[in-house]
Every structure is written in C-alpha cells, then in structure tokens.
C-alpha cells in the first residue's frame, strides 16, 4: 500500500515529501517529475510567485541508477522565495516580521488560529496554502511512474472558468494536445479567448475566479478497488484525495450530480460484448461501478473556488482587538484552475497507482508483473 507525508510551509526553506510502498525495480524519471511541476506553475491568471519560483524536485533516498529500491523514497523541492523570508521564517529564530492578526474570508486563518492557539496567523497561513500541492504533483508525478507501464494514460483539462464554458468536441483526436497548449485549458481557441478576457476583468477588480477541472484515466483493468468495503471503494478514495486538495469544494465520478436529475434509462450505461472482451456502450458511470473499474476510463471532475486572497480584500476582525478591518492581502493569482487541474490529475494518480499495487501487490515489478498478467488472462476468458 501506498502513502506519503508532506511538509514544509509556503516561504518556508523547502517542502518535503517521503513516499512509502512503491515497489523495488521500478524506473523513475526525475525529468517526467519536473515535467509535472513545471505543468502546474503555468496557466493565465497566475501571480508573481511564478516568476520566483521555477520548481525543480530532488530525489534524496529510495532511487538508485534510476531504479526504485523498495525503501521510502524522499524528495525535496526548494523555495526559492526562502532568501527573502529566512529571518521572518526561520526554525530557530524569526524576527516575528509581516505577521497576520486579520484572517482572510473563505480560508483557514480564523479557524486554524483557534485550533492550534496561534495569535500571528502567518503560522496558519503558511501551512495552509497552496503552495503545498507542488510536493502533491512531485509524489503524483512519481506513482504515475508505476502504472503507466501497464498501458494507463492520464489526461486532464478545464472544463469552465467562471462562466465561461469550453465548447470543444472533447473526442476529438487532438483535443487533450490542444488543452495542454492552452494558457487556461481549453480545447476550443476562441472559448479560451473568452476565459482570458474573463480572468483579465476578475483581476482588474480585485477579485479571483475558480472554475472546473477534470481527469480523465484511460488503460485500467476492471476490478480495481472494491465492493467489499467502504473504505476499499475506489471512488470513495478518488474522491477523499480531490476533495483533500486546497480549494476543493466540490467532486463528480463521470455524470456525477446530473444523473440526479436523470431517469435510469439515461444514467445506467448498457453492456456488451465483442472480440472476447465486454463493454459500456457509454461512460456516464466514468469507469468506476460499485466501487471498482469497469474497463472504461475514469472520469474525475473537481471544483474550485475562488482564491480567497483579493486585492480589493472582504471585511474581516482583528483577532487582537476585535476592531473590524479589511482582510489581509497575501500574493496571490487572480486564477489557478488551470494548475489545478494539474494537482487533481496527481491527486488521481496517486489514488490509482495505490489501487493497482493494492491488487497486483508485489515487493518488486516483477511480481506484480506476473499477477497483473495473470489476472489479465484470466477475465479474458470470464
């Protein structure tokens, strides 16, 4: 079984991840990580943070040549913002300078303080941010490296930015290039058009937008997760990892809240059967049935909120003297969905990676070779 552990705060010196599980002989590219990062420091919108940091991650244990060795895998990934905050943020001693005493609407500032007893929310703040989801793309980045072998793909993009829809045919043989390409994700040029000059009016008001985001997971074999138990179900766990990620306020599998809306009829996706191999004449479950893979691809939507960082700040209260204020302002984008769809495809990565080990386990590739072509043999001939 999968797990990792993350650490580090936003101006902090570094953020940390330790991966446990991944099995032995296993090979792990350091660039496809990289890749990853680099992906979710782009998008239209983005604040001046990006023009600090250029994430790059360092492998420290648990590689060898290349080659996973069984043993928990650490990596780091450096803040490079951490020469401009090191006596503010400093472990042994801190100069208490730019703290915070008025929490911002809509993010942990308030609660946290009351939680952990803190009375400078820049120890909440920190912690809380965003900035956390680039050690989750580096660990989706990693697991993603153990399945795609076996023939799975991952492919993301932008479904809306604030109102703005993308119309593109999403079957079209080049669309998810064209997203990638895309500075907010979209399929459709002139749909993006839209969703730019959309985010290029949020920004100049002072506000921020959110939108919606989706992954799709093709190449998987029916029967990963589980109807046995609750907290096997492979759905249930996509949606805790999306649902976990800064921002979240919302998931789908597949249809997700319209099949609410539907009769069965239009809902339930029909069976078939061709060339010794069954089939859905359509996806609406987005591939996960009782809990379990279908065979068909795995279709994972999330929704964001709008940052709740605004340049023209909401009403707050002092957490000192109770005296109401304007809610602190800390450096922010106007619009990260597009990154965001690039942390729920790292969250989803994760989440089927630790699947796939769960049913092929092994100590090594070889292994878990074996019993995924066993398994793969055996419903050939179900």
Avoid at 270 to 279: K, L, N, S, V, W
Wanted: charged share 25%; net charge negative.
């Amino acid at each position: 079984m999968l797990r990792y552990f993350t650490a580090g705060e936003t101006h902090g010196k570094c953020l940390t991840v330790i991966i446990e599980g991944v099995p032995a002989g296993f090979r792990i590219s350091l660039d496809e990580i990289n890749e990853q990062l680099a992906r979710r420091q782009k998008g239209y919108g983005r604040g001046g943070r990006m023009l600090i940091e250029k994430d790059k991650a360092e492998i420290l244990s648990g590689v060898r040549g290349g080659i996973s060795l069984g043993s928990p895998i650490a990596m780091r990934i450096e803040n490079r913002d951490w020469e401009n905050w090191s006596e503010i943020m400093g472990t042994e001693d801190s100069n208490g300078e730019k703290s915070v005493e008025f929490p911002r609407p809509g993010h942990a500032d308030l609660s946290g303080g009351m939680k952990y007893d803190h009375h400078d929310l820049r120890n909440v703040l920190e912690r809380a941010s965003a900035r956390e989801t680039a050690a989750r793309v580096a660990v989706g980045a990693l697991a993603r490296q153990i399945v795609e072998p076996f023939g799975v793909e991952f492919l993301s993009r932008v479904v809306s930015i604030g109102d703005v829809t993308d119309t593109a045919d999403t079957s079209a043989p080049d669309f998810y290039e064209k997203a990638a390409a895309s500075p907010v994700g979209f399929g459709d040029d002139a749909a993006a058009k839209r969703a730019m000059e959309y985010i290029d009016n949020i920004k100049a008001n002072g506000e921020s937008c959110g939108g919606v985001v989706e992954t799709t997971v093709k190449g998987l074999p029916a029967g990963l997760g589980s109807y046995v138990h609750y907290d096997r179900k492979l759905d249930a766990r996509l949606a805790f990892a999306v649902m976990s990620i800064q921002a979240i306020k919302g998931v789908e599998i597949g249809m997700g809240f319209e099949a609410a809306r539907r009769p069965g009829s239009e809902v339930h996706d029909e069976i078939a059967y061709t060339d010794g191999a069954f089939f859905r004449l359509t996806n609406n479950a987005g591939g996960i049935e009782g809990g379990m893979t279908n065979g068909e691809p795995v279709t994972v939507r999330a929704a964001m909120k709008p940052i709740p960082t605004l340049y023209n700040p909401l009403r707050t209260v002092s957490i000192k003297d109770k005296t109401e204020h304007n809610a602190s302002v800390e450096r922010s984008d106007a619009c990260a969905v597009p990154a965001c769809a690039v942390v729920v495809e790292a969250a989803a990565a994760f989440e089927i990676a630790n699947a796939f080990t769960e049913k092929f386990g092994g100590d090594c590739k070889a292994d878990i070779e074996a019993a995924y072509n066993a398994y793969m043999e055996r419903i050939r001939n179900y």
